[in-house]
């Protein structure tokens, strides 16, 4: 083999690697929420199945052609008289009922309880979910406690796990008046999540991500305390990301560490503790309003 065809054999080769790395790049751009949202169309379980009574709910959602597309939800009536509600927003995976043992423990704590699906999750309408499509349905959700049911924004607290805690904390910085956040196991930005995943390294994630989910950039704007929960053994997103959330903030604002907790079992591994945790920040949120409106009268 002459020196010649060796360099071209070489040039050749780099030009197909070359043009199969700017391929997947612009795979990476088109399809990029596909990666990140994974939802499934399978509602196998109901609150009916722990015992719990609910309704079922569909909330209109504008598109922004002008379309109504409708979210499936659930609303589980509280036990107390206190007037306290939660609205849960669940993670990339699956759809609410993959949350029933979540939905029982905060119904238990006293919350009536009202749980989504986004739009492309379960038996909710519309098309595979984007960032901003996500914080319409969340929106949506708010509208419908608020507007419909005429529940005071001081009794809601937002409750999200993972990508539903960026979406809670979207949703807490447009609407300020809400009584809390509780964010389970959520991550500070999509941008950090990239440096945290080996694979996708390799790409110019500046200039290819779409779907930012930046909460670390969005807390200054944030005005509700806000209740960080993570599992010390979380491999999905590491628990340091809490604490850096938790740094930022600057609001009435709680860390709590659960020990041997991953990413998707804190109440089941130390249930005591999750539950504590709220409850705590329940009171401490209560007297903080109570201060609130002492200072304003």
């Given at each position: 083999?002459?020196?010649?065809?060796?360099?071209?054999?070489?040039?050749?080769g780099?030009?197909?690697?070359?043009?199969?790395?700017?391929?997947?790049?612009?795979?990476?751009?088109i399809?990029?929420?596909?990666?990140?949202?994974?939802?499934?169309?399978?509602?196998a379980?109901?609150?009916?199945?722990?015992?719990?009574?609910?309704?079922?709910?569909?909330?209109?959602?504008?598109?922004?052609?002008?379309?109504?597309?409708?979210?499936?939800a659930?609303?589980?009536?509280?036990?107390?008289?206190?007037?306290?509600?939660?609205?849960?927003?669940?993670?990339n995976?699956?759809?609410?009922?993959?949350?029933?043992?979540?939905?029982?423990?905060?119904?238990?704590?006293?919350?009536?309880?009202?749980?989504?699906?986004?739009?492309?999750?379960?038996?909710?309408?519309?098309?595979?979910?984007?960032e901003?499509?996500?914080?319409?349905?969340?929106?949506?959700?708010?509208?419908?406690?608020?507007?419909?049911?005429?529940?005071?924004?001081?009794?809601?607290?937002?409750?999200?796990?993972s990508?539903?805690?960026?979406?809670?904390?979207?949703l807490?910085?447009?609407?300020?008046?809400?009584?809390?956040?509780?964010?389970?196991?959520?991550?500070?930005?999509?941008?950090?999540?990239?440096?945290?995943?080996?694979?996708?390294?390799?790409?110019?994630?500046?200039?290819l991500?779409?779907?930012r989910?930046?909460?670390?950039?969005?807390?200054?704007?944030?005005?509700?305390?806000?209740?960080?929960?993570?599992?010390?053994?979380?491999?999905?997103?590491?628990?340091?990301?809490?604490?850096?959330?938790?740094?930022?903030?600057?609001?009435?604002?709680?860390?709590?560490?659960?020990?041997?907790?991953?990413?998707?079992?804190?109440?089941?591994v130390?249930g005591?503790?999750?539950?504590?945790?709220?409850?705590?920040?329940?009171?401490?949120?209560?007297?903080?309003?109570?201060?609130?409106?002492l200072?304003?009268?």
């Amino acid at each position: 083999m002459t020196v010649a065809l060796m360099f071209k054999l070489l040039l050749s080769g780099l030009g197909i690697s070359l043009l199969a790395y700017f391929l997947i790049c612009i795979a990476l751009v088109i399809a990029q929420n596909r990666l990140i949202f994974q939802p499934s169309k399978i509602v196998a379980n109901t609150p009916q199945t722990m015992g719990i009574e609910y309704q079922e709910v569909w909330i209109g959602v504008r598109t922004w052609q002008g379309k109504t597309e409708r979210l499936h939800a659930w609303w589980l009536p509280g036990k107390k008289e206190d007037g306290l509600v939660l609205l849960h927003l669940h993670g990339n995976g699956g759809n609410m009922s993959y949350n029933l043992n979540t939905l029982a423990t905060y119904h238990e704590l006293g919350f009536s309880v009202l749980s989504i699906d986004y739009r492309g999750y379960g038996r909710s309408e519309g098309n595979f979910p984007t960032e901003a499509e996500v914080y319409r349905d969340a929106q949506g959700a708010w509208d419908y406690l608020v507007k419909t049911k005429g529940i005071l924004p001081r009794n809601i607290f937002l409750y999200g796990h993972s990508l539903g805690g960026a979406i809670a904390i979207d949703l807490a910085i447009r609407q300020p008046q809400v009584a809390g956040v509780i964010a389970d196991n959520t991550f500070t930005s999509m941008r950090a999540m990239v440096d945290y995943l080996p694979l996708y390294r390799f790409f110019p994630a500046d200039l290819l991500l779409r779907e930012r989910f930046d909460s670390l950039g969005k807390l200054r704007l944030l005005r509700s305390p806000l209740l960080l929960i993570h599992g010390a053994n979380d491999r999905t997103v590491p628990p340091s990301m809490g604490e850096v959330l938790y740094k930022q903030a600057t609001v009435l604002k709680k860390l709590v560490i659960v020990p041997f907790g991953s990413h998707n079992d804190l109440i089941t591994v130390d249930g005591e503790t999750y539950t504590r945790a709220v409850t705590d920040f329940i009171v401490s949120v209560r007297k903080h309003q109570r201060q609130e409106l002492l200072m304003s009268d």
